[in-house]
């Protein structure tokens, strides 16, 4: 059983930055697909961007160009850069963790909160 454990969430104004991290139990992270997805105030939940073990790389059109996403898989993490922040960002963010047997793993999430 995968378990992922999300971090770096918060309060920023418009315009900061924030790097969510995401670590995963077990030994398949580095041959699965992780991603994050959100879940904004009275909304269903959304693709934010994902990465596959080859470094394939996917964004939601409305954060291409400020998010990054990444992988360590040296340290079983996988990171969001979020930079130019909008509060239109505001939501619960999740980590989500697809293997190759095609069954998801999800994180408890993490808070972020942009203030205008």
């Known amino acids: 059983q995968v378990q992922l454990v999300e971090s770096g969430g918060g309060l920023v104004q418009a315009g900061g930055s924030l790097r969510l991290s995401c670590v995963a139990s077990g030994t398949i992270f580095s041959i699965s697909t992780m991603g994050w997805y959100r879940q904004g105030p009275g909304k269903e939940r959304e693709l934010v961007a994902t990465?596959?073990?080859?470094?394939?790389?996917n964004y939601a059109d409305s954060v291409t160009g400020r998010f990054t996403i990444s992988r360590d898989n040296s340290k079983n993490t996988v990171y969001l850069q979020m930079n130019n922040l909008k509060p239109e960002d505001t939501a619960v963010y999740y980590c989500?963790?697809?293997?190759?047997?095609?069954?998801?793993?999800w994180g408890q999430g993490t808070l972020v909160t942009v203030s205008s």
């Open positions: 989500n963790l697809k293997s190759r047997l095609n069954w998801n793993a």
């Open positions: 990465i596959s073990s080859g470094n394939n790389i």
